[in-house]
T-cell receptor
Framework: AQSVSQHNHHVILSEAASLELGCNYS??????LFWYVQYPGQHLQLLLK??????LVKGIKGFEAEFIKSKFSFNLRKPSVQWSDTAEYFC?????????????FGAGTRLFVKA | ETGVTQTPRHLVMGMTNKKSLKCEQH?????MYWYKQSAKKPLELMFV???????ENNSVPSRFSPECPNSSHLFLHLHTLQPEDSALYLC???????????????FGPGTRLLVL
């Protein structure tokens, strides 16, 4: 069965530190990959996505993610985090299943940035 | 504001109550979804509707009953729930029919449900 694994449930960083959140998936076919973010008290929203082409994807607010097909990974990165990046981050994989494409989410990583 | 609204935002109910969650999307999308979000667990897809037809039901207990009267509205009817059903229930929509490749989903703010 398809699955998405996010390595850390919680990450605590100081402002200006670099961020990398891990995401691995299990599926051998063509995938589309997403990172969604949920800021405190707000709805889940798209941060960035990979559909095809350049495996390094740039999203909003200085975030980027790299698709490494051989490692089944789609890690999220940001060179210098801000207090306002405190949120929960969800990796998601869209892949073909029975009946069409399905999107499966990871358990989320809660990021807390100390001012 | 994503164009997906949910009411109520918070709900407390007893195990014998019957209540309904409402979702409305103003984006002209064709697919709508119900998810359950519990702490430290992946988002659990509960139901998918595409063009008002249910296309997915992920082994959800019958105490949860969805209804999609048109492409803009989605309901989740609740009855005789259990305390372990307490969670954040998220509604989402996407442009195409369900099973769209690489489609972004647009989420509502959720209904936080507490079952006593």
């Amino acid at each position: 069965a398809q699955s998405v694994s996010q390595h850390n449930h919680h990450v605590i960083l100081s402002e200006a530190a670099s961020l990398e959140l891990g995401c691995n998936y299990s599926y051998g076919g063509t995938v589309n990959l997403f990172w969604y973010v949920q800021y405190p008290g707000q709805h889940l929203q798209l941060l960035l996505k990979y559909f095809s082409g350049d495996p390094l994807v740039k999203g909003i607010k200085g975030f980027e993610a790299e698709f490494i097909k051989s490692k089944f990974s789609f890690n999220l990165r940001k060179p210098s985090v801000q207090w306002s990046d405190t949120a929960e981050y969800f990796c998601a994989v869209n892949a073909r299943g029975t009946g069409g494409f399905k999107t499966i989410f990871g358990a989320g990583t809660r990021l807390f940035v100390k001012a | 504001e994503t164009g997906v609204t949910q009411t109520p935002r918070h709900l407390v109910m007893g195990m014998t109550n019957k209540k309904s969650l409402k979702c409305e999307q103003h984006l002209g999308h064709n697919a709508m979804y119900w998810y359950k979000q519990s702490a430290k667990k992946p988002l659990e897809l509960m139901f998918v509707y595409s063009l008002e037809e249910r296309v997915e039901n992920n082994s959800v207990p019958s105490r949860f009953s969805p209804e999609c009267p048109n492409s803009s509205h989605l309901f989740l009817h609740l009855h005789t729930l259990q305390p372990e059903d307490s969670a954040l229930y998220l509604c989402a929509s996407s442009p195409g029919g369900s099973g769209g490749r690489g489609e972004t989903q647009y989420f509502g703010p959720g209904t936080r449900l507490l079952v006593l």
